[in-house]
């Protein structure tokens, strides 16, 4: 009986360690001062964050006219073909009621064929301009989503903000 015990601790140990050689690039995210969310699988990031203004957002308030811009910093795991990889990109805002305002489901449709050096793919940002549609007032949810174009991995991101 004893040996069956250490048999099974010895067996978990090597599975354990086995999982820890795995790069699972699984992970969720969020900044509770601008209430972005960031779940990724399959790609990984050192960090995500949103910029209005140059620097980033510390509030879940925006003002018409502003950039709000996503940036990932550190990104890894494209599948590289030829020295290249191949990101995609989108951005979706809806209002309280669930209708879309703005969809931009190929952000990135000029990389789709050439696609760009590892180190380019490692910094990504999507912008957004705060206009018409929104409403001043308003509550809107930001929905961005990037993916390998060659691959399964994937990042989302989200943020419900408010509009002065």
């Known amino acids: 009986m004893r040996y069956g015990i250490w048999l099974g601790l010895f067996l978990l140990v090597v599975m354990l360690a086995g999982m820890g050689g795995c790069n699972f690039n699984v992970g969720t995210r969020s ?3 601008s209430g972005l969310s960031v ?3 399959g790609l990984s990031l050192e ?11 510390q509030k879940r308030t925006l003002s018409r006219g502003e950039d709000l811009v996503l940036s990932l910093e550190g990104v890894q795991g494209f599948t590289e073909i030829e020295g290249r990889v191949f990101p995609g990109a989108s951005l979706q805002v809806k209002d309280t009621t669930g209708s879309i305002i703005l969809d931009e489901p190929n952000l990135f449709a000029q990389y ?3 696609g760009v050096t590892p180190e380019a793919g490692r910094t990504l940002t999507i912008s957004c301009t705060v206009g018409e549609p929104m409403r001043s007032g308003g509550e809107y949810r930001f929905s961005f989503r990037v993916w390998d174009l060659r691959g399964g991995g994937q990042i989302h991101a989200s ?5 002065q």
């Open 31 to 33: 900044d509770f001062m």
């Open 39 to 41: 779940q990724n699988n």
């Open 47 to 57: 960090d995500a964050y949103l910029v209005v203004g140059g620097a980033k957002l």
């Open 112 to 114: 789709e064929t050439t």
């Open 159 to 163: 943020a419900t903000l408010s509009v």
